[in-house]
């Protein structure tokens, strides 16, 4: 990534391999097994964490105190206490606090975005996102954490509504109790459901989210190479009331019409996310991926483990 | 269907034009709009009773007391008050009570209980089966009566196992409440965990189960003309414990072989459920979809409904 | 098949079991082995023919000399000598000779017409048709006269320009000497080129064709259940004229954009074939599937064999 | 791609932006603008040759004169004639001269290479492939010196077999007379038919190759992620002579049964290329990728323009 605005001083890995693979890459580069030394440059003003989630808040929190904006990877942290103070010191020190959630910066979501804010879509009825794939089991954080991420930063950044509360249920099929597969549910005031089905255990691999709205539904497949957004116009209601002699006879009526698959921009989307956080930086916008929603994601990912452990029982997010 | 061995007498339906239908299409067949007709004829040996679910019941256990065999539509019954009664009358009349499972009468069913029955899969890890599609309101019975008796008649097919508790979670986005989508989790004793979605509001069809082993993991698109099962030679498992030092360092041993889609026996499904219920009759036979599997599916579909409006407190099956 | 206008008096056939099922599902039907006594029958007004093309000519003669209109499953004939004895009976005797070119009466096709009459493709510039399968060797004529007349007769409905020349290519795998696979590249005065793929030896079922146009592409899948036509809003053309320096610089300019998958109109062809035979006895109107359409798709057939005789040799076709 | 066994010392081309853009990734590389200064420098012991192709004799003549080992881009020359100069000057020379075709570095084509050499797939009958996209029209050569090279590598990878007459057919949809769409059918002496489809303009990204052998077929898709390679056991044959009354009743017999889909190794196809390249030049073993495959190549691409030219007649390669 090259961005005139901004230059990449130095990298601080625990591993020592990584930092001389990076500087035979780019040999201009400092590095260092210190994070120390990088937080305590005072030609450093922006901090990017790409660590294990557990070590989120204590780094991020130390960059914000040396007076350094930061960019975390998802999730923002490993708990939603965490994540507040967090923004608090964001806050405090005027500093930038953002979470990479990647597919936000996507020519696809930016497209399902448009295509909800124009309200071609209609209201939100559903969002059901599967994100299934074999393999890359994560030592630390289970696949809730893992893959969740994704489809609930897509969500919130589709509709402005928030869940009341969640159901889950999932299983460990090693012996470490972490779990494996994974699904979930949002419940919502309105008439809205969203479901998301994690695993890291499917021999096929899978990114699929369907959303349903009043007028039209959309497929969104991340792993389509040309046709990632397909627009259904597609909707449902009943027009009929039920007289006592027609209880059999409900009336659907489904319109099924045309298909549209819109041209997706191809830009590369970390380079998206890199230019929302110097914007942020330079010209104090609010990012796409701004901490809030780092924290509604974390919230749910939260209430999410409480839920698994009582097989489903629903947990409050209001 | 044309087999030797019975003959179609008579047909009900409360719809005369439907009745019209039949006999211009087969002149020699009796019709009527009185259940009683069929039910008091002294000729006829066995009925079909294809109707509402409401209505099964009624229906089944009035053929049973008139000494007729009974094959029904799924589910089989709308509770397991009614589905006990039936099966007690069908033990005390000596006369078979069926259900009518078709998939577990499919080539690719059949191909799929081969291979785990003869141990190439291992221990079932997971069923996750997805079927939803756009249309087909049924008026007095919700999404989960109407799709997961497959899905669920084709599980407890597969494995002996019965599961504890269900979780389940669903929404109707018609002014009538009855759920048009909606999702289901199934815990059992053992490592096993199995999921359904349910939908009549997609704007795509799908009919797809991910089946988890221990050894294999399989694929089953029954959309798919000619690859509906797909059997992946891939599993996982934890092969180093952590120590201290290595707590980032789980090593998951992920095998990843050859994929192999068998020949699937294209016998038409339903001609495999008349044959099994005739010989259910003539030699006394337990049929492959017997009133037990219908009994334990509309146990499950139940308790879903007492979840659902509990937004997926875990409700016991044991 | 239930018209209101019409009457299936009597069904011919050479083997009497098939006459005897025939009868089993519609009794009041006179069945015989002998086409004579369909051809003298007054009361009959029009015959359907539907037997190896060999026999075509003959049957068909006899039955427009005995007055009657004529339905002939495609190919039309053996030959374009046969085809224009036919023509010219018909016409003598004031009789509909129609083809079963049922693709013609599909709502995908007939998209893929409108648009194309409509304009919003633009200029045609190829046809690419790819019909591949396993099996269904035919006795008589090769792969060619068995599965080309479908694409053929498509295209001559999608445009009326008609080829200038053929050049075609085959072989026979087994010991007879009947192609099982073979190519035909058919080519226009204008910068038109067509091509086909006519296989009954490929291991998958591939329908598909693609469809090139000044403005905008088709691809048209037979094989998928929900989106047969996909209207790409592609398109390419030289932008810059070669300077000597820029010799390797042309630029082509080309346009992605959206992709349309129309809703189709779901009714049987074959009710749209009869409907159309029908008009055009009682109407008089020219059907969709004409005697032209018929001989334009023979001519191409016959020419197709010449050239393949002589590996792919030009045979000129005007 | 880092190799120990060699080291990449200069970069030479035209256009001084992209040698800043190389020097900037890789700042200890030696750029220059005169290829002169690489083939005069006696540190240099071999060169990749990545031009225009009609710039490949001249440039690959005066390396091998200037006694380096030689790697050419595909298609090795714009000529038979300069092909064989070229292998000429590289016997006198003791140089190795290879052909960069990637392909046959691939996972899938040496699993197929397998497949068929170890017998399973039987004798060779025909090879289908379909390379088709849209744009990278390039300015100096036309779709089937584009496409092409890499269909006719692989099979002439797979087979020992070589044509003995070509039939081409293609068509210029730009003002510049250069085909962007062409079809290509080989000719054998044994009963082998292979088929090309080269275009720069489909609206869909096609790259699949049938291969059908006496006992097996294979589906090769190279978009495919998962199952590029699928094996069919599936074959055809006569099984019953015909009689004169059985004119009718070929009987085919269709074995249709079990897909594989075996596990494709992911090394990548260019890493392959340049050790093969060291191999050949340190341990003098022959390259899979050698000249004569280079050479076998150029002589149907030549053949093909000759009977593109003359709308499809055969062209002898014998």
Redesign the interface.
């Known amino acids: 990534m090259h961005l005139d605005t901004c230059h990449v001083k130095t990298v601080v890995d625990a591993k020592q391999d990584r930092l001389n693979a990076a500087r035979k890459?780019y040999?201009s580069l400092v590095t260092s097994q210190n994070v120390t030394d990088a937080l305590s440059d005072p030609e450093i003003d922006a901090v990017v964490i790409a660590t294990?989630v557990l070590t989120h808040y204590e780094l991020a929190h130390a960059a914000l105190l040396n007076g350094k904006h930061v960019l975390l990877e998802k999730p923002m942290t490993s708990s939603t206490a965490e994540a507040e103070k967090l923004m608090n010191s964001a806050r405090e020190k005027s500093k930038v606090l953002m979470v990479d959630h990647t597919f936000l910066y996507t020519g696809a979501v930016r497209k399902i975005k448009d295509a909800i804010a124009g309200g071609e879509i209609g209201r939100l009825?559903?969002f059901?996102s599967?994100r299934?794939n074999?393999?890359l089991?994560q030592?630390?954080i289970n696949v809730v954490w893992d893959l969740a991420p994704h489809d609930l930063s897509i969500l919130f950044h589709l509709t402005d509504e928030r869940p009341e509360?969640i159901?889950?249920?999932?299983?460990?099929?090693?012996?470490?109790g972490v779990e494996n597969?994974a699904?979930l549910?949002l419940?919502f005031e309105k008439?809205?459901?969203a479901?998301f089905?994690c695993?890291w255990?499917?021999?096929?691999?899978v990114r699929q989210t369907?959303i349903?709205g009043s007028q039209k539904?959309?497929?969104y497949d991340d792993?389509e190479?040309?046709?990632k957004v397909?627009i259904?116009?597609?909707s449902?209601?009943?027009t009929k009331v039920?007289s006592e002699e027609e209880?059999?006879?409900?009336l659907?009526d489904?319109r099924?019409?045309?298909?549209?698959?819109?041209?997706i921009d191809q830009t590369e989307a970390l380079r998206g996310v890199a230019i929302d956080f110097i914007s942020a930086i330079v010209d104090g916008q609010t990012p796409v991926s701004d901490y809030q929603s780092g924290y509604d994601v974390v919230k749910v990912l939260e209430a999410a483990q409480q839920?698994i452990k009582?097989?489903?029982?629903?947990v409050m997010l209001t």
Do not use: C, W
């Not at 159901?167 to 470490?176: C, F, K, L, Y």
């Not at 255990?201 to 691999?205: E, G």
């Open positions: 890459m040999p294990p009825q559903y059901d599967t299934i074999l393999g089991f030592p630390d509360s159901s889950a249920n999932g299983i460990s099929h090693t012996n470490n597969l699904y549910t419940n008439d809205i459901i479901h089905t695993s255990t499917s021999p096929v691999k369907l349903g539904m959309i497929v792993i190479p040309t046709e397909k259904y116009d597609t449902y209601g009943v039920m209880r059999y006879s409900i659907m489904f099924v019409g045309d298909i549209n698959a819109p041209k839920s009582q097989r489903g029982k629903e």
